[in-house]
């Protein structure tokens, strides 16, 4: 039985997908549980155009993280924390702080889970920071740490 899956289904195939499957495993878990649906013609098409929409909004999602990255790219954001001895931070900066002051100084939101922080910065210094926006577009910004004066 070849069927359409409208859904991810692990270890067998992805949305949008036309398979050959076991008739009752079609039959009787994949259709009832609209993971699948038959492939007749009229649905085989109806996939077909909702793919082609949906890899246009991919690639135009693309272009608008690469135009983000362009924007973000080489970009020095400067904090200030209070010191203790030895240069050492009370605290730490942390990934929602180096989002919070992008924001701040470019205007661009971005989601403090995307920038990329091997462990929280607790030394004055500079620092060069990774920020994943997609699969393959990471751009770099610098992080300076200065001494909080007053």
Do not use: C, W
Not at 15 to 27: F, L, Q, S, T, W
Not at 34 to 61: F, N
């Amino acid at each position: 039985m070849k069927v359409i899956f409208l859904q991810n289904v692990p270890n067998v195939a992805r949305a949008g997908e036309i398979k050959e499957v076991a008739d009752g495993y079609g039959r009787n878990f994949l259709i009832p549980k609209k993971l699948a649906l038959l492939a007749i013609p009229s649905a085989t098409s109806t996939i077909e155009a909702q793919r082609g929409i949906t890899e246009r909004s991919q690639a135009q999602t693309e272009a608008e993280m690469t135009e983000r990255a362009h924007q973000i790219e080489g970009k020095e954001i400067i904090l200030k924390a209070k010191t203790g001895a030895k240069d050492r931070l009370f605290g730490s900066i942390t990934s929602a702080d180096i989002a919070s002051e992008l924001q701040n100084a470019t205007g661009q939101v971005v989601d403090k889970k995307k920038i990329e922080l091997a462990e929280p910065i607790r030394q004055l210094g500079s620092y060069e920071v990774a920020i994943k926006l997609a699969k393959d577009i990471a751009p770099k910004i610098k992080v300076i740490i200065e001494k909080e004066t007053g």
